[in-house]
């Protein structure tokens, strides 16, 4: 063997070559320390996962938010395809609250039960009277559903209501039961809204109540937690949810979560370094974990920028999330593994297996049903939602028909009264109340609007008549488009009226004028159709009758009494 010891210079000291210090030169009663508080930090954090879920999720089943759920909370955006999503809003944070489950817990994702068993009044005592209950219930739904009607209308008539503490409920609600503290005798159908959100929403929410910090006593205050009207480009773009986080809850989020996770994930990186892995990977994953955190953290608030910055960063809090949860698992179990030899990880892997076998039986009895149950009130809540306004609609057409009975005139069957007007030949056809007997007019009276009574296609029939002969076509298919809608289903009908925009069916496709289509002749303007060839003749100032509203052409929509 060669002698190398000419290459260490005489009297000189030798080498140090003591190995690093790591985790498994620990006393053992250190270890079980570090061990502990390293579990404790798994199980917290899987806990904040059951935050996030009852927090931002949508209660609808799913584990853990969506994107769409994070945009809307961080940013106050949410993404629409065109106008014809207009109705499909997410709901505001007043609604969600509100709609909650009114025999759960109160709480900041569910306000439900402040209208029954918390509502700081009488309920429960009222409640024990088993004859009362179902009429004290059915008052204070009323009073929910009153405060979401009022939410959801247009900004002006909701402030307007709020500062004269007086709503006017739609007509579908209009007959529903609310508490009497809250009616108007004088004015059947209205609601005195301030005094409900006062003594429902502002006893807490007030300078000396339990929730002081979300204060609730003015209209300005309520207005970040009520809907928005959208206005959705052609095309899609992005629209306010109604459920951006408040300033207040932000920067309290944003004080807890630097510094209490500033101190754990310097504490996990920590045990992290002193681990036995190569030094390039110790100091990658030692520090990203927090680093990741203070990204997430600038994130919530630079989603508030404007777009498309500002839902562009509500996405990345998404992957930021995922690093910090990622990178703190592979701490902890690299930390923990770190610290033991063969026998220790042997009783490591065990335990890890008890966990994981745990948790299968957390999730099969507790977490599985809960998320299933949640999601089966969800849809449950959607149908009975739509039944409700399907029966109430039905409630106020049956209202609307003629009754039947000695002294009254029997329902007819048949073609509507546009139908009756409007179909026919336009050539030699009555016009208006030419032929009238009585109070009917003559069928097809209303076919020539389109056509000879026109004043542009009038004009044209004088001067060429077969060039006027060429638009015939045309005009024929505005009057079959026409028919078309007022033969729809009432709920189609009425959201194409006020969308100026009717799908036509495919034999219609093409057919019309094209100055009242749009998309290569594959809607109509219905709207814009009516305007130009009825409100002519049928307006405010005219004595035939206004047809300026979808209420006022309703009544032309059934068929004409028998005689």
Known sequence: MADNSHHIPTGAPAPDVRPRFTLRHLPFPAKLVLSTFLLAVGVGY?????????????????????????????????????????????????????????????????????????????????????????????????????????????????????????????????????????????????????????????????????????????????????????????????????????????????????????????????????????????GFVGPIVLLAQVADIACWWLARLPEPFGPGFARAIMFTGAVVGGGLMVQIVFGLFGMYGPKGRTVLVLLFAVATGGFGAVWTTTIDPYLKDEKQKAVQRAADEKKRIEDEKAKLDKKAEPKQGPDKVAPATGPSEFERLFTGPWKGAPWGKDGKKGDRIADGAMVRAFFDKETDFEGLLKEDPPEAEKLVPQREGERNAFLAWAKAAPDVRKKAYEDNKFALPEALVGKATPEFTEADGKFLKVATLIETRCLRCHNDGNKNGSLDTYERLSRYFVPRAKE
């Not at 109705?87 to 402040?114: C, F, T």
């Not at 709503?167 to 039961?177: D, G, S």
């Not at 309290?252 to 030094?279: D, K, N, R």
Request: aromatic share 8%.
């Open 46 to 282: 899987t806990s904040a996962m059951v935050q996030l879920h009852m927090q931002h999720g949508d209660r609808d089943g799913k584990p853990l938010p969506t994107m769409d759920n994070v945009v809307a909370v961080f940013a106050g955006k949410v993404w629409k395809k065109g106008p014809e999503d207009a109705e499909e809003r997410a709901p505001s944070k007043l609604e969600l609250l509100v709609r909650g489950d009114k025999d759960g817990d109160i709480g900041g994702v569910n306000m439900a039960p402040a209208f029954f068993k918390h509502d700081g009044a009488d309920y429960r005592k009222q409640a024990a009277d088993p004859v009362r209950k179902p009429k004290l219930d059915a008052e204070r739904e009323g009073e929910r559903r009153a405060l979401v009607a009022w939410a959801g209308a247009a900004p002006n008539v909701r402030k307007k209501a709020y500062e004269e503490n007086s709503f006017t409920l739609p007509k579908l609600l209009a007959k529903m039961a609310v508490t009497a503290a809250y009616s108007d005798k004088n004015n059947p159908g209205t609601v005195q809204i301030k005094s409900l959100i006062a003594n429902r929403c502002a006893r807490c929410h007030r300078a000396d109540g339990d929730m002081r910090e979300i204060p609730l006593t003015t209209y300005e205050a309520i207005v970040p937690f009520l809907p928005v009207t959208m206005d959705i480009p052609e095309g899609g773009g992005y629209v306010d949810s109604g459920r951006l986080m408040s300033l207040e809850k932000l920067t309290q989020s944003t004080h807890a979560h630097l510094l209490s996770f500033a101190v754990l994930f310097t504490c996990t990186g920590l045990i992290f370094a002193f681990t036995g892995l190569p030094g390039w990977f110790r």
